[in-house]
């Protein structure tokens, strides 16, 4: 289980990250280096992390479902992600 100072650390990089796309995507196409670097760090999108929504844990996250492996294993197993049965495991 993460910190939830991570989980609001995340959460405030994506609303960067929106805020400040459309000005990122013009200095890009201008080709306007100084202008990049002068935008806040965190309103890169690579500055974002794959984290699971559920309890914030970084690794063996699945993309698809936008939860970690082991999230994944006990939704499937209750039932809750259709098409995923505990036989095909």
């Not at 991570?6 to 080709?31: E, G, S, T, W």
């Not at 699945?62 to 505990?86: C, D, T, W, Y």
Request: include cysteine; glycine fraction near 6%; proline fraction near 3%.
């Amino acid at each position: 289980m993460s910190k939830e100072s991570i989980k609001a650390r995340q959460k405030k990089r994506q609303m960067m990250v929106l805020k400040y796309a459309k000005k990122r995507q013009i200095l890009k196409l201008n080709r306007d280096h100084e202008g990049l670097q002068k935008l806040p760090r965190n309103s890169s999108p690579i500055r974002l992390h794959n984290l699971c929504s559920l309890t914030g844990r970084t690794k063996g996250y699945m993309r698809k479902f936008g939860i970690s492996r082991i999230e994944f294993r006990r939704l499937a197993s209750q039932g809750f992600i259709p098409g995923i049965v505990k036989a095909s495991w």
